[in-house]
């Protein structure tokens, strides 16, 4: 970002309700200006109601080359999209839309290749691994999609609501992932579990209760993608029981290359 908002500055909103919570923002306006590169990612509150007329003003703004978009609206933006990825389309969900030479907008899911790099980049294996993901939402079905083709050897998803894990299960199912509805029969085996619901947003609440916590193996890592607080209370108690952690920081931050490539710029 240069020192200076100006004129010829672009601005990448981050779309969401609340947005209090975002991470990204600073993470990618700190590359910006390591690059100097004119631009700014600005969190933007944008009701519900609100949002196609925010498309609408996505596909007119000169100075606006996409945004990112993150809770409650990642579904509601693949229905406004103009295009959107294989990925996106098999998802049902964007986190991220870019305006064409067109005006057309064109809209991908990037919050599975953001967990896969964080754990990546931690060296916690997932080829050949037993994976539960807490979640069936739109961060949940992209993680465990990016975990199936990052070559687990099984990749369970359960929600509270039973019906909404099993229809993502489905849909995977027709594009060749066999990824199981339900909480896995054996925490024994498990080697990689993420919470990918609201559960311990503003440091309240556990997804994973401390009688299935204590059953993990020790080789266990358990991650989360929520970013507000960055240590949530469930990994406070997986460092407890000495189980490594991945926070819904290192996950955000994986996935701002990714997002700002989306965008047209190259910041890595």
């Not at 109601?49 to 609206?73: D, K, M, Q, W, Y």
């Not at 999209?81 to 996106?88: F, K």
Request: with cysteine; hydrophobic share 45%.
């Amino acid at each position: 970002m240069s020192s200076n908002v100006s004129g010829t500055t672009t601005v990448i909103p981050m779309v969401g309700h609340p947005v209090q919570q975002v991470h990204m923002p600073g993470v990618i306006n700190d590359r910006f200006r390591d690059k100097r590169i004119d631009a700014v990612m600005v969190p933007m509150d944008i009701l519900p109601e609100a949002l196609p007329h925010f498309a609408g003003l996505l596909r007119s703004a000169g100075n606006i080359p996409g945004a990112v978009i993150t809770l409650p609206h990642k579904v509601a933006m693949a229905g406004l999209a103009d295009r959107l990825t294989p990925r996106a389309h098999l998802l049902g969900a964007a986190n991220v839309v870019s305006r064409q030479d067109d005006g057309t907008l064109l809209a991908d899911m990037l919050d599975g290749s953001g967990m896969i790099g964080a754990l990546s980049a931690d060296n916690v294996p997932i080829n050949g691994q037993q994976c539960w993901v807490i979640g069936a939402g739109a961060a949940g079905s992209a993680i465990a999609l990016a975990l199936a083709e990052a070559g687990a050897a099984e990749v369970w998803i359960s929600d509270l609501d039973a019906a909404k894990a099993s229809a993502i299960a489905a849909r995977f199912a027709t594009a060749g992932h066999n990824i199981i509805a339900g909480e896995p029969g054996g925490l024994e085996v498990i080697s990689l579990v993420v919470n990918a619901t609201t559960a311990g947003m503003g440091g309240v609440g556990s997804a994973l209760p401390s009688q299935s916590l204590a059953v993990l193996p020790a080789r266990c890592c358990i991650a989360d993608v929520v970013t507000k607080p960055n240590d949530t209370p469930l990994l406070r108690a997986a460092r407890d029981r000495g189980l490594r952690t991945i926070s819904g920081d290192a996950m955000a931050e994986a996935q701002t290359n990714d997002v700002a490539r989306f965008m047209g710029y190259q910041i890595d």
